[in-house]
């Protein structure tokens, strides 16, 4: 008879799952019989992504278009899930973006939207979710952050401000956590493969050109492995951990004007 996969019975609901790692995050929970729940605004897409997800592990696999971007979108999708019948074990908050460019040259609604999606929608949707997966004992919370978490981004600041939103919250909710039953964890990848630096526009950064882009399946199982045991921050690749570990030491005014370097155009 074949082992029972650590995920059977229970559901992980993805967002950002139309494109990039979160398509990855959806492949690792499934191949461990997880059913799956997936959100993001494309519609085509994430119904591709449930099909191959369901053909390919044996899993029940949801699509529920949504923007949570939108004020109240966690609440609508929460809805959206419980009007199926659908009870959520897992979490996991990885959809988001970023934007590159001086603060006041870029338009107040990006800037404001992507407050809404990184961190509103994160703290909605975990605080509507908890009580479910407490009185459950068992699931959890893995939250999507980034490198960028670990220090002020000039150039990129209200995206590095969210993440470091995320870092934080995410480990305070990992002590909270302790005893109940549910598992905490915050990925922090570096640069990956996806649409992310498009939609960005940090292609032309020194960033870019100092960095290759981690494919995203392994940076995806990483946070997977880690969340499964409940660690509580996943800094994937060890030249990104070294660099979070140095900016917490270097002088602050040092690593600004490192970010600053790093976050312009080569050239300028
Ligand atoms: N790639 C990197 O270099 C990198 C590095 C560090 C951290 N991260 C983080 O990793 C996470 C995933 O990003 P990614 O790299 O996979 O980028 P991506 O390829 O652009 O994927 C982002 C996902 O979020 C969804 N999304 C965007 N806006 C949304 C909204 N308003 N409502 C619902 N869903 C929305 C997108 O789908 P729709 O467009 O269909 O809505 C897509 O599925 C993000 O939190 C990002 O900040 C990425």
């Not at 959520?88 to 404001?112: C, Q, R």
């Not at 005014?253 to 790093?262: D, E, K, N």
Request: overall charge positive; glycine content about 12%; hydrophobic content about 45%.
């Amino acid at each position: 008879m074949a082992a029972t996969r650590p995920g059977a019975g229970q559901t992980a609901l993805i967002t950002g799952a139309s494109y990039g790692i979160g398509v990855d995050l959806a492949a690792c929970f499934a191949a461990d019989g997880y059913d799956l729940v997936l959100s993001a605004r494309s519609a085509g897409p994430l119904h591709e992504v449930a099909a191959r997800m369901a053909a390919e592990h044996g899993v029940r696999a949801t699509a529920i278009p949504n923007d949570l971007g939108a004020y109240a979108g966690g609440r609508a999708l929460v809805d959206a899930i419980a009007a199926r019948g659908l009870a959520v074990d897992v979490l996991v908050n990885n959809a988001g973006y970023g934007h590159a460019g001086a603060f006041t040259a870029g338009d107040l609604a990006t800037e404001l939207g992507m407050v809404d999606l990184n961190v509103r929608a994160l703290v909605e949707l975990t605080h509507l979710l908890w009580d479910g997966m407490a009185a459950r004992r068992r699931g959890g919370v893995l939250n999507v952050a980034s490198t960028a978490a670990f220090q002020p981004g000039p150039f990129m600041a209200v995206y590095y401000a969210s993440k470091a939103f995320v870092l934080s919250f995410s480990e305070a909710l990992w002590e909270e956590a302790r005893g109940s039953g549910l598992k905490v964890s915050c990925l922090c990848p570096g640069p990956t493969v996806s649409r992310f630096r498009e939609r960005a526009g940090t292609g032309k950064t020194r960033l870019a050109s100092a960095s290759a882009a981690a494919a995203s399946m392994p940076v995806a199982r990483a946070g997977y492995r880690g969340w499964q045991d409940d660690r509580r921050v996943v800094i994937t690749g060890a030249r990104n951990r070294v660099m979070a570990e140095l900016a917490q030491v270097m002088p602050r005014r040092a690593v600004l004007r490192m970010v600053r370097h790093l976050q312009t155009p080569s050239g300028s």
